[in-house]
């Protein structure tokens, strides 16, 4: 089992940055995938990025590619989503979750935080 704590949002203007930690208690393996998901009001949740724990290989959504930066420490057992650039649709709530594979469905993703509030101002 794990559990996952997200933190780091905030309100931003357009343009700016905001830098979002995921801390996992419990069991994280090689095999894991980290990944994070938005949701907006009236939205479904959606994927944004994702990392392979035990080779870091990366993976982001179009609408983000370029923008945001996903990471993970592996020491310390947290994964970081560093948002550049930011847009009013990128408002939302950001969770953390973990899979067993990569996919960017959230229903490969079994566990999950409570995410965390990102609000973008134009």
């Known amino acids: 089992q794990v559990q996952l704590a997200e933190s780091g949002g905030g309100s931003v203007q357009a343009g700016g940055s905001l830098r979002l930690s995921c801390a996992a208690s419990g069991s994280v393996f090689s095999s894991h995938v980290m990944g994070w998901f938005r949701q907006g009001s009236r939205k479904d949740r959606e994927f944004v990025a994702a990392?392979?724990?035990?080779?870091?290989?990366?993976y982001y959504a179009d609408s983000v590619t370029g923008r945001f930066t996903i990471s993970r420490d592996k020491a310390e057992k947290k994964v970081y989503l560093q948002m550049e650039s930011l847009r009013p649709e990128d408002a939302g709530r950001y969770f953390c979750a973990r899979a067993n594979s990569y996919d960017t469905s959230p229903t490969a993703y079994g566990h999950w935080g409570q995410g965390t509030q990102v609000t973008v101002s134009s």
């Open positions: 990392v392979r724990w035990g080779t870091g290989l990366t």
